[in-house]
């Protein structure tokens, strides 16, 4: 069973950066499409971006495009996400995970997840 870890969250104002990083128990975490989601406290748990297996296919929620990169390193067994010009409302609590189905952007479809890494945006 894959293990999975957020680290690189924090506080940030609004139009700075921040790199997520997701770190995988196993190099297993090669065999599963990778995503990010977000959640808001008393919201759903929101799709943020996926990745391929390989990393050569990934895609992005309207919200995050032309300002997140997703990308994985499998000789790290690690996948990150790339945040740019941050907004408030980008505020939330990001988790990454694991599934099998590529291109799906619902949190039903993801079996294994890390615990979370809150990101803060102050304007």
């Known amino acids: 069973q894959v293990q999975l870890e957020e680290s690189g969250g924090g506080l940030v104002q609004a139009e700075g950066s921040l790199r997520l990083s997701c770190a995988a128990s196993?190099?297993?975490?090669?065999?599963?499409?990778g995503g990010w989601f977000r959640q808001i406290p008393g919201k759903e748990r929101e799709f943020v971006a996926g990745?391929?297996?390989?990393?050569?296919?990934?895609y992005y929620a309207d919200s995050a495009k032309g300002r997140f990169t997703i990308s994985r390193d499998g000789a790290k067994n690690t996948m990150y996400l790339q945040m740019n010009s941050l907004k408030p409302e980008d505020t939330a609590v990001y988790y990454c995970?694991?599934?099998?189905?590529?291109?799906?952007?619902?949190?039903?479809?993801?079996?294994?997840w890390g615990q979370g890494t809150q990101v803060t945006v102050s304007s």
């Open positions: 990745i391929s297996r390989t990393g050569s296919s990934t």
């Open positions: 995970a694991a599934g099998n189905l590529l291109g799906s952007r619902s949190s039903s479809t993801y079996n294994t």
């Open positions: 196993t190099s297993a975490f090669s065999r599963y499409v």
